[in-house]
């Protein structure tokens, strides 16, 4: 059927050009020489070195967790990985059908009705026409919105709209998951159906890579775990002995 | 793209799909990831109908007329020029209210193509940057849009010309390969703009500031004819050529059509050739900017 999934990361690195702005306040310079991370391109401009020289190569049944504080680089790297952000420097091979989770209200609008936002979301991945009705039914059947699915979503509960959004994120199976931390904070995954239609999208998916800061979740869904640190590669290999080096003790097992 | 089926289940599954990005790309590598974006963006046709739909749309929302406020506001601008300038013009309102309204109508399409093109990928920074899209459907939904607006205002143009009877007949189809020459442009235009304008963010009020000259420059409240001598000069304005080509047809044959086509022609080739040029070299880097 679909070709093996496979994700090669050769050498990538990718820099921000601060182009807008004060891109050479002093205050920035300050931090830039506090942090060794901002430089200059060939060109003299000022950029952010995001990441550099990553190398990865994920396979079929791979679950990579990434940790790292804030600005790491973590969610930078799922982008790369999605084809959002192209390398500067270096290669990325992506073989297989990919969603990413990286924005809770993709495409999501306010002014459209439930249905309408289920149309939409279909066509910005793609589908053919005859897979939107399946598709309607699927999210509409998750989200238990009844009546409301013809009305705005600017009228819904919160709690509607976190169920379409998680319902829409989760709706097309993907051979390789990208998905990012903010996904696994809402509401909706404490809800024992959430957490089953999620854990379904996971191991539904050949590779899955996982940014979090929840360790439990990573030591439990992940068979290998990388550290980021400053946009480079801190450690990379079993959850066990990098979670423990990234949390600085030795990890519990629960 | 294949689509495995499956029946038994609602799942979904998303379509096979393969990657390969390089950096310090070869000029072969930058024009094929470029038609790639092209063709894939020429797949997801439905997707650009429904956001130039959408934007109409949510702009009158609740309201009654919705999208017909266009024809109204453009319908009472052309009613008001046209006894104004023909007065001061001293022109027969016959011969002069068509011809503006026909104008005002095609101008509107073109100056809001240029000034939209500018936000082309401004306005869509936050799906650009959660998912890998083809850049090319922004550029389709912003002349979609445009062209939505057009269609409402055509009505002005009809009506205009069936208060004077003045009916183009068969040698108005005429405008039809000027109209397809129009889509070209528009797209390569969207594609330049929309990327210059993403990186360099002081380009959109000197294009604004140069559109408002432009607009006194080209007839469009004017006629060609007025400028007397001058009039051999203006297929030099590269938008009085692409208006002429349409406009020409429509009103029964204007003296420069031939000369506007020629024109036409060389200008759109330059934009292409430019626009392209621009394109495949800011393409991966548009997310970057924006």
């Known amino acids: 059927m679909a070709v093996r999934a496979r994700i090669e990361v050769e050498n990538v690195s990718v820099w921000f050009p601060l182009y807008h702005g004060s891109s050479r306040s002093l205050k920035k310079m300050v931090v830039a020489a506090a942090s060794g991370r901002l430089g200059q391109d060939q060109q003299q401009r000022v950029v952010v070195r995001a990441l550099q020289d990553i190398n990865l190569s994920l396979e079929q049944g791979d679950r990579l967790g990434l940790v790292g504080s804030n600005g790491a680089g973590k969610t930078t790297l799922l982008r790369v990985l999605a084809g959002i952000y192209e390398p500067v420097t270096g290669r990325l091979r992506v073989q297989g059908s990919l969603n990413a989770l990286l924005d809770p209200s993709l495409g999501m609008n306010m002014e459209l009705t439930g249905r309408e936002n289920i149309l939409l979301r279909g066509l910005y991945n793609g589908l053919p026409k005859p897979m939107l009705p399946r598709l309607e039914e699927d999210v509409a059947q998750f989200a238990e919105l009844s009546d409301f699915l013809d009305l705005p979503v600017r009228i819904y509960s919160a709690g509607m709209v976190v169920r379409l959004g998680f319902a829409l994120a989760t709706a097309i199976k993907p051979q390789i998951l990208l998905m990012d931390e903010w996904f696994l904070a809402g509401d909706a995954v404490f809800l024992e159906k959430a957490k089953h239609r999620l854990e379904e999208m996971v191991r539904g998916a050949d590779i899955l890579v996982l940014s979090s800061h929840q360790v439990e979740i990573i030591r439990d869904w992940c068979t290998r775990v990388l550290w980021l640190d400053q946009g480079k590669i801190r450690a990379d290999g079993a959850p066990q002995a990098v979670l423990s080096q990234y949390l600085g003790t030795p990890l519990e097992i629960a | ?290």
């Open chain 2, 1 to 290: 793209m294949r689509y495995p089926r499956r029946v038994m289940s609602t799942t979904t599954i998303a379509a096979t799909a393969s990657l390969d990005l390089k950096a310090d790309m070869s000029a072969s590598s930058r024009h094929r990831l470029a038609i790639d974006d092209l063709v894939r963006g020429a797949r997801l046709w439905r997707l650009a109908f429904a956001l130039g739909w959408l934007d109409i749309r949510l702009r009158y929302r609740g309201s009654m007329l919705g999208p017909f406020w266009l024809t109204i506001s453009t319908g009472v601008m052309v009613a008001a020029l046209g006894v104004l300038y023909s007065t001061l013009f001293k022109m027969d309102i016959s011969d002069y209210l068509p011809f503006l309204a026909l104008s005002q109508v095609l101008w509107g399409f073109l100056s809001a193509l240029v000034s939209e093109g500018c936000t082309t990928f401004t306005e869509a920074e936050s799906v650009i940057r959660s998912v890998r899209m083809p850049f090319s459907v922004f550029a389709a939904r912003t002349l979609i849009r445009n062209t939505i607006v057009l269609g409402h205002n055509i009505l002005v143009i009809v009506v205009t010309f069936a208060i004077f009877s003045r009916w183009p007949g068969w040698e108005g189809l005429m405008a039809i390969p000027g109209l397809l020459l129009w889509i070209v442009d528009a797209l390569a235009l969207t594609l330049l703009l929309g990327a210059f304008c993403a990186r360099f963010r002081d380009i959109q009020p000197i294009v604004n500031s140069v559109m408002q000259i432009m607009f006194f420059v080209t007839p469009v409240i004017w006629k060609p004819e007025q400028l007397g001598t001058g009039m051999a000069k203006l297929p030099l304005n590269p938008f009085f050529d692409l208006l002429e080509i349409v406009r020409g047809p429509l009103l029964g044959g204007g003296a420069l059509t031939t000369t506007a086509w020629l024109g036409a022609i060389g200008f759109s080739l330059m934009l292409c050739v430019v626009s392209w040029a621009f394109f495949t070299r800011a393409r991966g880097r548009i997310t970057f900017w924006i």
